[in-house]
């Protein structure tokens, strides 16, 4: 089984900063099958990025991911208020086994 | 808009059972693998359990084999998580969703189901 590990745990940055969220695999994600989502509380997972570095329909520009390999990174590039929440990474090397990321915490600074 | 209903959910006490649904809109549901993903109060993501569009191959983690059975009805485009034997440790919130980008992520659209085991 792969394992996702994100660092930071928490991230404390101000409105307007750039975030850079990574996720690392304890063995390379084939494909680069590896997903990004953004959580806030009381609401399901909203999927951001896949394979890696591909947005998904209607996230705005201001995502992006990158990596490959065991490496992946997400990156916000000017941080608006509604981007303070939690982000997990996702990998689906082999379907249909999904392993997730513990997560990181994006708090306002 | 595609939308993923989830209901089902309640209280129930350790070795209960329960079912699930996810009602599907939006999508040809028929054309989608879907599954489904749970999550324990103030925790992370864990998935539990996938079908294919067909519903001819269905999968589970290992935390659930032989107590969990995914099933589908694609002319109802419905979903459904049959739970029995449960435990504690599966309370959580139970979401649907459906394969995205030929499966290799996966699409959350709807609140998710509460399910508490307890005594």
């Known amino acids: 089984e792969i394992v996702l590990t994100q660092s930071p745990a928490t991230l404390s940055l101000s409105p307007g900063e750039r975030a850079t969220l990574s996720c690392r695999a304890s063995?390379?994600?084939?494909?680069?099958?590896l997903a990004w989502y953004q959580q806030k509380p009381g609401q399901a997972p909203r999927l951001l990025i896949y394979?890696?570095?591909n947005r998904a329909t209607g996230i705005p520009a201001r995502f992006s991911g990158s990596g490959s390999g065991t490496d992946f990174t997400l990156t916000i590039s000017s941080l608006e208020p509604e981007d303070f929440a939690l982000y997990y990474c996702?990998?689906?090397?082999?379907?249909?086994?999904?392993?997730f990321g513990q997560g990181t915490r994006l708090e306002i600074k | 808009e595609v939308q993923l209903v989830e209901s089902g959910g309640g209280l129930v006490k350790p070795g209960g059972s329960l079912r699930l649904s996810c009602a599907a809109s939006?999508?040809?549901?028929?054309?989608?693998?879907m599954n489904w993903v749970r999550q324990a109060p103030g925790k992370g993501l864990e998935w539990v359990s996938s079908?294919?569009?067909?519903?001819?191959?269905?999968y589970y983690a290992d935390s659930v084999k032989g107590r969990f059975t995914m099933s589908r009805d694609n002319a109802k485009n419905s979903l459904y998580l049959q739970m029995s034997s449960l435990r504690v440790e599966d309370t959580a919130v139970y979401y649907c969703?459906?394969?995205?980008?030929?499966?290799?992520?996966?699409?959350?659209r709807g609140q998710g189901t509460m399910v508490t085991v307890s005594s």
């Open positions: 996702h990998q689906r090397s082999h379907w249909p086994t999904i392993t």
């Open positions: 063995q390379s994600v084939r494909n680069n099958y």
């Open positions: 394979d890696a570095s």
């Open positions: 939006g999508i040809t549901f028929s054309t989608y693998g």
């Open positions: 079908i294919t569009e067909s519903g001819s191959d269905i």
């Open positions: 969703a459906r394969d995205y980008s030929s499966g290799s992520s996966t699409d959350y």
